[in-house]
């Protein structure tokens, strides 16, 4: 009689446990949304430029990690196999906006990505992306591209030599961070029209929060071409 009575509470036991189970909503799996390859998402990289890729990450589960991976549609060729953590993990919401190293080398072609996402309970979302590195020697370029933080944290220097072979439009630089961003364009009569011209400018970044920051450099060419360079700071 009491194994008897020990067998029903064990069942009754069990029935509640696997009840209260099946009371608890699953994790939402984590999203991607708003990917973007490329200037304007044209999908295009060129050899000895940088690749912008941009999208939005929501977690219900927090991120655990963000792994990157472009590799050639056939054969061999230029390949990036990149995991994130940094400014990503422990995060229920982030914004994936990163500028890959294309080599001067790098082989053009039809390459294939993914963007994956894992959060920590080990739920896995990835999105894949077509991508065409194809070599174009009408781009702007920026060489000597440099930026420095004064002291008082308050002016951002920001010097490159610019070259554009259609001749310059627009310069715009873009400062952001995690809760901060700022954008500045210029069209300066010395530099409009030119084909090389020597950047230096001083954006104010002093209600700018203490943080790591990302600057990007655009140049917009006469004949509508955008290229796009990326140096980093800390506001200590």
Same mark, same amino acid.
């Given at each position: 009689?009491?194994?008897?009575? @020990?067998?029903?509470?064990?069942?009754?036991?069990?029935?509640?446990?696997?009840?209260?189970?099946?009371?608890?909503?699953?994790? =939402?799996?984590?999203?991607? *949304?708003?990917?973007?390859?490329?200037?304007?998402?044209?999908?295009?990289?060129?050899?000895?430029?940088?690749?912008?890729?941009?999208?939005?990450?929501?977690? =219900?589960?927090? /991120?655990?990690?963000?792994?990157?991976? /472009?590799?050639?549609?056939?054969?061999?060729?230029?390949?990036?196999?990149?995991?994130?953590?940094?400014?990503?993990?422990?995060?229920?919401? %982030?914004?994936?906006?990163?500028? /890959?190293?294309?080599?001067?080398?790098?082989?053009?072609?039809?390459?294939?990505?993914?963007?994956?996402?894992?959060?920590?309970?080990?739920?896995?979302?990835?999105?894949?992306?077509?991508?065409?590195?194809?070599? *174009?020697?009408?781009?702007?370029?920026?060489?000597?591209?440099? /930026?420095?933080?004064?002291?008082?944290?308050?002016?951002?220097? @920001?010097? =490159?030599?610019?070259?554009?072979?259609?001749?310059?439009?627009?310069?715009?630089?873009? @400062?952001?961070?995690?809760?901060?961003?700022?954008?500045?364009?210029?069209?300066?009569?010395?530099?409009?029209?030119?084909?090389?011209?020597?950047?230096?400018?001083?954006?104010?970044?002093?209600? %700018?929060?203490?943080?790591?920051?990302?600057?990007?450099?655009?140049?917009?060419?006469?004949?509508?071409?955008?290229?796009?360079?990326?140096?980093?700071?800390?506001?200590?």
């Amino acid at each position: 009689m009491k194994t008897t009575n @020990v067998m029903v509470a064990v069942l009754l036991l069990a029935a509640s446990f696997t009840a209260c189970k099946k009371d608890q909503p699953e994790m =939402a799996k984590p999203t991607i *949304d708003g990917l973007e390859i490329g200037i304007g998402n044209n999908k295009l990289a060129h050899p000895g430029n940088d690749l912008h890729i941009e999208a939005m990450i929501t977690a =219900a589960g927090n /991120i655990k990690d963000v792994v990157l991976e /472009i590799h050639p549609e056939s054969g061999t060729g230029w390949e990036v196999n990149n995991t994130y953590t940094e400014g990503f993990a422990g995060l229920k919401n %982030a914004e994936f906006h990163k500028h /890959i190293d294309v080599p001067t080398d790098a082989p053009v072609g039809d390459y294939h990505g993914h963007l994956k996402v894992t959060d920590e309970s080990g739920q896995i979302t990835e999105t894949e992306f077509e991508l065409k590195v194809v070599a *174009d020697p009408t781009l702007p370029k920026a060489s000597n591209f440099e /930026i420095g933080l004064n002291a008082a944290g308050n002016d951002l220097h @920001v010097e =490159a030599t610019i070259d554009a072979p259609n001749k310059i439009a627009e310069v715009v630089l873009e @400062v952001h961070g995690t809760s901060w961003e700022q954008e500045v364009s210029y069209k300066d009569v010395a530099m409009v029209g030119q084909i090389t011209y020597n950047l230096h400018k001083h954006v104010n970044v002093a209600a %700018a929060p203490k943080g790591h920051y990302h600057l990007h450099l655009k140049i917009i060419d006469q004949s509508g071409k955008e290229n796009e360079f990326e140096e980093h700071f800390d506001k200590l």
